[in-house]
């Protein structure tokens, strides 16, 4: 079993950028897919961002590619979450993921608790 532990999320202004960090514990973190999803009030949880264990490929969501860009550092079971360029859009609950192959990317096992991304205009 994996547990994920997200930190990094705040409030920042459009245009501005955010780096979350997803530590994850209980099994080894270099055998598991590792991802973003989020959600806004009102609305379905969304993919947002995923990374290979080696993080030699990686996926995006449409309205993130270009401003956002996943990451993964295995020595320290952490993965990572650079956005840029934020926008008002943006603002939600951001979870990191966890999965056992890449094509179980979108459709997660393991889930962190959330961290709150809030971009002002």
């Known amino acids: 079993q994996v547990q994920l532990v997200e930190s990094g999320g705040g409030l920042v202004q459009a245009g501005g950028s955010l780096r979350l960090s997803c530590a994850a514990s209980?099994?080894?973190?270099?055998?598991?897919?590792m991802g973003w999803f989020r959600q806004a009030p009102g609305k379905e949880r969304e993919f947002v961002a995923a990374s290979t264990r080696s993080g030699s490929i990686t996926s995006y969501a449409d309205s993130v590619k270009g401003r956002f860009t996943v990451s993964r550092d295995n020595a320290k079971d952490t993965v990572y979450l650079q956005m840029n360029s934020l926008k008002p859009e943006d603002t939600a609950v951001y979870y990191c993921?966890?999965?056992?192959?890449?094509?179980?990317?979108?459709?997660?096992?393991?889930w962190g608790q959330g961290t709150q991304v809030t971009v002002s205009s």
């Open positions: 993921v966890a999965s056992g192959s890449w094509a179980g990317a979108k459709r997660p096992e393991y």
């Open positions: 209980g099994r080894t973190f270099s055998t598991y897919v």
